[in-house]
């Protein structure tokens, strides 16, 4: 049982003494997140939630609704917002890089936060792929699906690691150090409920303190959870995951 107490005050500890700020960081990367999304909302025509007013509820008034002022072909609009997501997906990468350096102790420079396009092919395919298992067995109800998300909880960690790594090993390596950890997980994301709700009322200004914070505390259950199993701390075996990963494969015993 990982001490979840003691992994929070550490990666706390960590977050402040962060050779290069932690929360400017954190502030660029929402800011470079606020720009894509706001040319997302310029080249879409509507939001998702005039559409659905415009749809369902006909008799309220949305003319006071801001629109985009942009009104571009559909294919056009949707090329742009997939280019927008997969932009977004590469440089969650370099986020976690950056975190990773500084729990190294490691002097990190903002330009860290695009490192993740020396390998932007496998990262979207990464995030793909991912999706697609999570989907599938989302389809079996929602709670094996639920699972699933915290079975491939690492793989993007494990490829931020070791950029020379498969796709699919990143994936089954997750799988495998994750076994045994899901509830743990499960309840660390529990803990913090209390911080995204006070995030929210302040508009997302309270992330740039609590976004590092829980992203370091993620990677420091990443760390220990690598030093107890073995995955992934040391070069892998043949006997500790499987070298793919089939929808119809047997389900884990445990959490």
């Known amino acids: 049982m990982l001490d979840r107490i003691q992994l929070k005050m550490e990666a706390r500890a960590i977050t402040k003494n962060a050779r290069v700020s932690a929360y400017l960081f954190t ?3 929402l800011a470079i997140g606020l720009v894509l999304d706001s040319l997302d909302w310029l080249t879409s025509g509507s939001s998702d939630v005039l ?6 509820m006909p008799e309220v008034d949305v003319s006071f609704y801001p629109t ?10 949707g090329f742009i917002s997939i280019v927008v997501s997969l932009v977004a997906v590469v440089l969650s990468a370099g986020y976690i890089l950056y975190a990773m350096s500084v729990r190294k102790g490691l002097e990190t420079p903002y330009a860290t936060m695009f490192d993740g396009f020396l390998f932007a092919g496998k990262i979207i395919l990464l995030s793909i792929v991912q999706y697609i298992f999570i989907f599938l067995w989302s389809l079996l109800f929602i709670i094996p699906g639920f699972i699933a998300g915290y079975r491939y909880r690492f793989a993007l960690y494990n490829l931020c690691e070791n950029p020379e790594m498969g ?3 990143a994936l089954n390596m997750s799988k495998a150090q994750t076994r045994g950890h899901k509830w743990e997980l499960f309840v660390l ?3 913090w409920i209390g911080w995204n709700i ?3 009322l302040t508009l997302g200004i309270l992330s740039i303190w609590i976004a590092p ?3 370091q505390t993620d990677i420091g ?3 220990a959870i690598k030093e107890m199993s073995g995955i992934g701390y040391q070069p892998p075996r043949d006997d500790q995951f499987h070298s793919d990963d089939r929808f119809d494969g047997p389900q884990e015993p445990r959490w």
């Open 68 to 77: 985009s002022p942009l009104s571009l072909p559909p294919v056009v609009s």
């Open 213 to 215: 914070y829980i992203q």
């Open 51 to 56: 559409v659905y007013m415009e749809t369902y």
């Open 189 to 191: 994301d529990l803990s």
């Open 27 to 29: 502030l660029l990367y």
């Open 167 to 169: 796709v699919m090993e």
């Open 198 to 200: 006070l995030c929210t």
């Open 221 to 223: 259950y990443f760390q």
